[in-house]
């Protein structure tokens, strides 16, 4: 049970909005969620991890909302900008990085 | 500080045929692992390498190994490769010395398989 659900598969926002991408997770073994960003042409970049003894973690626009209980992460991009079009991909550890299926970001200016 | 290397960029190669890919991790670091990535199946894991040991596997057959040497860099070996093995292969490495060092990719070997 290493699963790690993500979604939506896609999403597509307004300049200056709100982006939200969710993940579910089944092992309460996994100690560490990162979250990474991927442009076409480069491998994935760490953008921002969480440890499940934090509830939300901030750095700059990006804000990662960690829920132990329902065994939920979402990753959310305030002002989002055209530059943040990419794939994101959730992950979690234990032993090994699990990743979700990833979310394509389409920003419109 | 440079970043992870993979080599080389691309690589076509025949059906039966072998091929190694190769993999230098960021200075200092220890660890290295393989990723997979399709676009039907995502990013899959395939081994890490820690200290020139295999500390984890994934579910992939054996015709995917791997190695590391004593500088770290590692190399990754597919044998008698199949079409569904076209991929991008992702080396990725971390420190290692615990479970939630981060990962650091490298931007991949695109392998296609005719």
């Known amino acids: 049970q290493q699963q790690v659900k993500q979604s939506p598969q896609s999403l597509i926002v307004q300049k200056g909005g709100i982006s939200i991408i969710n993940c579910a997770y089944e092992n309460t073994a996994f100690d560490y969620f990162p979250w990474y960003q991927q442009f076409p042409g480069k491998g994935p970049a760490l953008l921002i991890a969480?440890?499940?003894?934090?509830s939300e973690k901030k750095e700059g626009r990006f804000t990662i909302s960690f829920n132990k209980s329902a065994k939920q992460f979402s990753l959310h991009i305030m002002d989002s900008q055209p530059g943040d079009s990419a794939t994101y991909f959730c992950?979690?550890?234990?032993?090994?990085?699990?990743f979700g299926a990833g979310t394509r970001l389409a920003v419109h200016p | 500080k440079a970043g992870v290397t993979q080599t080389p960029r691309y690589l076509i190669k025949t059906r039966g045929q072998q091929v190694t890919l190769s993999c230098s991790p960021i200075s200092g670091h220890r660890s290295v692992s393989w990723y997979q990535q399709t676009p039907g199946q995502g990013l899959q894991f395939l081994f890490e390498?820690?200290?020139?040991?295999?500390?984890n596997k994934g579910n992939f057959p054996g015709r995917f190994s791997g190695r590391q040497f004593s500088n770290s860099r590692s190399e990754m070996n597919v044998s008698t490769l199949e079409l569904g093995d076209s991929a991008l292969y992702l080396c990725?490495?971390?420190?290692?010395?615990?479970?939630?060092?981060?990962?650091?990719f490298g931007n991949g070997t695109r392998l296609t398989v005719t």
């Open positions: 990725a490495s971390s420190l290692g010395g615990q479970n939630n060092s981060p990962l650091h």
């Open positions: 992950a979690a550890l234990y032993n090994k990085l699990i």
């Open positions: 969480i440890r499940p003894d934090v």
């Open positions: 390498y820690f200290s020139e040991t295999q500390r």
